[in-house]
């Protein structure tokens, strides 16, 4: 326990924000991994995912959240924010996980369509993929022992 | 507690903001191999109603080294060059796409190839062949200021024009040399010092997370002609030629006879037995750009006529024949003529020689010599 809470504290320290990390029955692991695509025998192109030893720009990243209610009580009010980190790109949704709010602020989170980024002139357009900076799921309630996945494809710059 | 969650939450916010802000100035270039992606979530959730707050933890990779680049032929067709031309040159063009900055070998060689890129058959090389970079960046090979012979510290998505430089031999009937040069990605960072040859990252290597692989992503440059080249090896080629482009010169001789006194009129002078007759030979070169060498003009003083001893002189065109030409002398001795050009009249053959040596192109060249009639 001793060991995770310095790792937390260091990994806090690395990003910039206040090494003060919490520890509470939900645990969040981070991953990320890379597309791996290789031709099989019949000449067909298979995706699989690796861990993200080997990037370099325009690899198809995907980012994975795996939280776990490892305490007694159900949990609720679940806000998992995740700042894209720079020199990335979102893409979409990763397969199998819900659907995140997205941002191009970090104050304003919604679908990607109803997103407008600032332009010269006090005008706005509607953003892209490119535009989104922040990420946001919401989950109502995870059980005592819950557990889920959720995650993200990216690109690489 | 909830207070303090919402400042973490921003605080967490504002310094990935200011990370995506960073790279949004990057444009559209690559990620720059060693920058460190890490990803950390922040999670709030209630448990009874108390708030709580969480991160995970910090998932982080480094960018590998994608090295691609190109090199191509800079130049439209081949270079038109003439027999003995000194530093003769083809360009071409090496373009950076990796995302870091890189060094390259070049490495200019003799092709003998058909290679299918370029038109002709190789039948000769050039000699003293060397590569330059072009390092004042204007395009054309300065002599004395393009010497870089690697390509030192090339930005990512930037472009350098490489020389290859060579003299034409004097080989009579030699058509069209083949060049190509070799670019081999080497590793950069330390400016005037040529790095070293890159090898990639063995792709089977564990545990390379947070180092800096290297990945070829190089195309294969000569693609289905399959001349050596190959994708992802770290190498480019690219073809160019030479081409003797005048194999002749337009080279013609006009005569005139100008009668310049008969002893008898002062003006329009006659030609009468006694008169003296100044024949005129001009040479012209009506090729642009290519010398003919070794020019000879010989004339047979016609008979009835006597040569006037003396009377060779050779020169630049202009007034009645040869304008402030030099008087060559008649013998065929000619040590001591040092004007370039020399002459001398066989008294048995009546002929007169003139060796008026290189007409350059478009130029000429006339030679000017006096008989009497008899």
């Not at chain 2, 400016?191 to 564990?206: E, V």
């Amino acid at each position: 326990m001793a060991r995770t809470l310095i790792t937390a504290l260091i990994a806090a320290a690395a990003v910039g924000t206040p090494a003060v990390a919490a520890q509470g029955p939900l645990q969040v692991a981070s991953k990320i991994f890379v597309e791996q695509r290789a031709l099989d025998k019949a000449g067909a192109v298979s995706t699989s995912l690796a861990p993200a030893t080997r990037a370099v720009p325009g690899d198809h990243v995907v980012f994975v959240l795996a939280y776990r209610n490892t305490g007694a009580q159900p949990l609720s009010d679940i806000v998992l924010d995740n700042p894209v980190p720079g020199a990335i790109t979102y893409r979409a949704p990763g397969a199998g996980s819900a659907a995140p709010l997205l941002s191009v602020d970090g104050k304003t989170y919604g679908p990607l369509a109803q997103l407008r980024v600032p332009t010269a002139g006090g005008n706005s357009r509607a953003a892209t993929s490119n535009d989104v900076r922040h990420i946001r799921w919401r989950i109502a309630t995870v059980p005592a022992g819950g557990q889920g996945q959720l995650a993200f494809k990216a690109v690489l710059k | 507690m909830m207070s303090r969650s919402l400042r973490l939450m921003l605080l967490g916010g504002a310094a990935m903001v200011a990370t995506g802000t960073a790279h949004a100035q990057s444009g559209s270039t690559a990620t720059a191999a060693g920058t460190e992606v890490s990803n950390t979530a922040t999670v709030t959730y209630t448990v009874n109603g108390a708030s709580q707050t969480t991160t995970s933890n910090t998932a982080k990779f480094v960018v590998d080294r994608k090295v691609d680049f190109t090199v191509i032929t800079d130049q439209t067709g081949a270079t038109q060059v003439n027999l003995s031309q000194q530093a003769a040159v083809t360009k071409f063009k090496v373009t950076n796409h990796t995302n870091g900055i890189q060094d390259f070998w070049l490495d200019p060689d003799q092709t003998t190839l058909s290679v299918g890129i370029l038109t002709g058959t190789d039948d000769f090389d050039i000699s003293s062949m060397k590569v330059f970079v072009d390092s004042n960046n204007n395009g054309v090979y300065d002599a004395d200021v393009d010497t870089q012979t690697y390509i030192d510290e090339l930005a990512p998505e930037a472009s350098v024009a490489v020389f290859i430089v060579g003299n034409i031999p004097s080989t009579v009937g030699i058509h069209e040399a083949q060049v190509s040069l070799h670019v081999i990605a080497a590793a950069g960072g330390a400016s005037g010092t040529k790095g070293a040859i890159l090898i990639p990252t063995d792709l089977s290597l564990g545990n390379a997370d947070n180092v800096v692989d290297i990945v070829f992503a190089d195309d294969d440059s000569d693609g289905l002609l399959n001349l050596g080249d190959v994708a992802r090896n770290g190498q480019g080629r690219a073809y160019a030629s030479y081409v003797i482009g005048t194999q002749n010169v337009a080279l013609n001789v006009t005569k005139s006879a100008l009668v310049l006194s008969d002893g008898v009129n002062l003006v329009n002078p006659k030609a009468l037995p006694g008169a003296t007759v100044q024949y005129c030979l001009l040479v012209h070169n009506g090729t642009a750009l290519t010398g003919a060498n070794g020019v000879v003009l010989t004339d047979i003083v016609p008979t009835n006529t006597t040569y006037v001893p003396g009377s060779i002189s050779v020169g630049l065109p202009g007034g009645t024949c040869v304008l402030l030409g030099t008087t060559e002398d008649d013998d065929a001795d000619d040590a001591a003529e040092i004007d370039g050009y020399t002459a001398n009249y066989n008294t048995g053959t009546k002929t007169v020689t003139a060796n008026v040596g290189t007409v350059a192109g478009l130029a000429s060249v006339a030679v000017a010599f006096k008989v009497t009639i008899n």
